[in-house]
């Protein structure tokens, strides 16, 4: 079965401790991988989209790594306004859907 | 420029009643997607549209549930004789072309509450 699955489910830092968001997947002929952030009350913001193995993106404190199984979005010194849920979706062969994860809700500690 | 937008942003419904949810989607965007996200998940496809011709509904639950987007631009949400499990938040998000290997970009939302 086509699948995302994001873990941990929720997270907990201190400002300034660095950690990883875990976003794996089972499709076929992947496509695209994107993370988004969502703000609660607000709809999902674009941050990445990733589409080959070996691929990183990278943006403020934020980093994106794709391998073949799974992607993961690497936070470096998170700050307080970095607290959000963080989404990971992909879109692959023969579909028009995009699949979501459940997401990582992310709480950063001044 | 202005982003996508959605009406009304709030709805509170009466069991059984019909609702019509909008999106105005990014102007020159070609895709546009439906999505239903409950409390505490990510959202889950309902529907793509690529201008005017809808390609996929397999995510709609119900045949209550219907989407038109028939000049290409704005779209309209449908659901018929609401029940309490419609209630959810409903997300449209656009994109410049084709479905898949580009990114989307999503509204605020409406946030249906069924009573």
């Known amino acids: 079965e086509d699948q995302v699955t994001q873990s941990p489910e929720a997270l907990r830092l201190q400002e300034g401790e660095s950690s990883s968001l875990n976003c794996s997947y089972t499709?076929?002929?992947?496509?695209?991988l994107f993370w988004y952030r969502q703000d609660p009350g607000k709809g999902p913001e674009f941050l990445f989209t990733?589409?080959?193995a070996g691929e990183e993106k990278e943006k403020e404190r934020l980093k994106a790594t794709l391998t073949k199984k799974e992607s993961f979005l690497h936070i470096t010194a998170p700050k307080p306004e970095d607290s959000a849920t963080y989404l990971c979706?992909?879109?692959?062969?023969?579909?028009?859907?995009?699949?979501f994860g459940t997401g990582t809700r992310l709480k950063v500690l001044a | 420029g202005a982003g996508v937008s959605q009406s009304p942003r709030y709805k509170v419904a009466k069991r059984g009643q019909d609702v019509a949810l909008r999106c105005d989607p990014i102007?020159?965007?070609?895709?546009l997607f439906w999505y239903q996200q409950a409390l505490g998940q990510g959202p889950e496809f309902l529907t793509y549209?690529?201008?005017?011709?809808?390609?996929?509904k397999s995510g709609l639950p119900s045949d209550r549930f219907f989407a038109e987007r028939p000049e290409g631009s704005v779209s309209t949400l449908k659901i018929q004789r609401t029940q309490q499990e419609d209630s959810a938040v409903y997300l449209c998000?656009?994109?410049?072309?084709?479905?898949?290997?580009?990114?989307?970009?999503f509204g605020p939302g409406t946030r249906l509450t069924v009573t």
């Open positions: 998000a656009s994109s410049v072309r084709l479905a898949g290997e580009y990114e989307q970009y």
């Open positions: 499709v076929s002929g992947l496509r695209g």
């Open positions: 990733l589409y080959s």
């Open positions: 979706a992909v879109s692959y062969s023969g579909t028009y859907k995009y699949i």
């Open positions: 102007s020159g965007h070609v895709s």
């Open positions: 549209f690529q201008n005017e011709a809808q390609l996929d």
